[in-house]
């Protein structure tokens, strides 16, 4: 990457950029952090207004404004820095790529300005700024387009510099990778009249980013009076993922059911016992009921303090609550007092000293509105002990059973969305029959969506909010498009698996043509039945691991007749 600094005589340098000197430099490394803040040479981004205005403050009303809050787009530890990434969140097509220069996370609108291509699946160019690979437009971390190719150096200039009598002066800086600051910088004059040209129009919309509990959030809207929104409002924060004493291995899966359906499937403890028959290990506890041969049993739920900003529950095992729009966290009653969770409009306090001695665990759902029939869940589980265990493990073996568990009742929730839908969202309360205590929670969450949202999340104008037809049940149950290829540790697990895989499969093959290519008294017979044998395991062990890796990262059916 290359830094230019324009030097003028009468003023500090000033940096500035050169779209048609760049391809006359090596790709070195580039970065401007050393430098003073000096006059930017960019312009104001461009980005589609809104219809009305929108408080960048708490919302009290009675009116739940989804485009007015925080989302989560991935854990960072999930995101290749190396290449954009295509995302959707709140029906809002996303890119998210990394930003050298500020050493920074940025989100942008998922089309370029020029022909509208998705910028998703452009590239990171040597100077690190994002680039559409449909005509090579270029765009820096605050959304300018800082490179045209097809732009003529004599187009229309915002700034013109008369550099004929007095010298120009530009530095190239060589920077390292490693430790982000420059190593030489070499000086050099230029003389003429350097044009640079661009138009408000060809910036891209970029959405205002941040990184909290080792995840990247996003605003949804691009308006300039956003920009700042972060030092203004945060998401909710979970202090326990950012503590070292707590484990924090997090997952991520795209679901073909809507939000609404997701977020009242994790609020309903009632239907682990059997919709996650045989997958999940969950301990009997002692109550005056007898429990069934599952284990399920009459559950006492009580909902509190409902209001536009969410809803606590209790029960006999923990507690749990709702922050709108997307966190949803547990913390099972090892001991009381066992969790917390604070945002800008809900504060917990607890004793720091009593807490480092307590054993907690709890769980953590993120549900995020994906578009119509579609959402997104990244969970977490940070426990306070046993941390030895997340240290050693790999992450992947974690996500087979949590995968597993989301397949058990995955069809189940596909279908039953669509049901909800033909009765009609405001009717669930008399299409579905929920007598009993266990069902709090999710009649809590109708509640709530019918009071603050109308009974639906808010899509903008570009959603028709259609439900997309289903597929077939091994498409509906992929996990390679919903899971791995937005998992790091899966990714790699399954490109390791696959190289073993194709590694044992010619042992056994190299094994059998030595035997078979070995003179009659070259070879005991001892040793032939050890490499034939040697072959056959090989074989067998390669058909295993296929099937393994079809089954770990591809799709696996879950039969509940079976169970």
Known sequence: MRSLVLSLPSSPPLALPLPFLSPSLPPISHTTTKYPKYPKLSFKLHSHPTPTP?????????????????????????????????KRVLGLDLVVWWDRSAGAWRVFDDRCPHRLAPLSEGRIDPWGRLQCVYHGWCFDGAAACRYIPQAPHDGPPVLSLPTSSTPLRIFISFHSFRHRRPIINFPFSFFGNLQIHTFKKACAAAYPSFVQNKMLWFWPRTDPEYKDIAEREKPPNVPELDDPSYTCTMGIRDLPYGYEVLVENLMDPAHVHYAHHG??????RPGPARPDREGGRPLDINVETMDVNGYISKQEFGSSKFIPPCLYYAYPSLDSNNGSVTSSSIQEKSSAKTNQKRRRVLLI?????????????IWVFPRNFAVWIDQLVPRWIFHIGQNLILDSDLYLLHVEERKIAEAGPSNWQTACFVPTKSDAQVIAFRKW???????????????????????AREQLMDRYWTHVVNC????????????????????????IGIVAAAKENLLSAMTKTVVVSMALLCFLASKWLSQFIYKTFYYHDYNHAFR
């Open 54 to 86: 929108v408080s960048v403050s708490v919302s009290v009303s009675e009116t739940f404004d989804w485009h007015s809050k925080w989302y989560p787009v991935s854990p960072v530890c999930d995101l290749d820095p190396r290449a954009p990434h295509a």
């Open 365 to 377: 759902f993120f549900c995020i509105p994906v578009s119509p029939g579609r959402s997104r869940v």
């Open 488 to 511: 790091s540790s899966c990714r790699v697990a399954l490109k390791g698996l696959k190289a073993l895989e194709v590694a044992l499969q010619i042992i056994s093959i190299f094994s």
């Open 449 to 471: 969506l019918r009071k603050y949202s109308q009974n639906k999340v808010d899509w903008g104008a570009k959603s028709n909010e259609l439900l997309p037809p289903t597929p």
């Open 279 to 284: 997958i999940m290990n969950i301990p009997k």
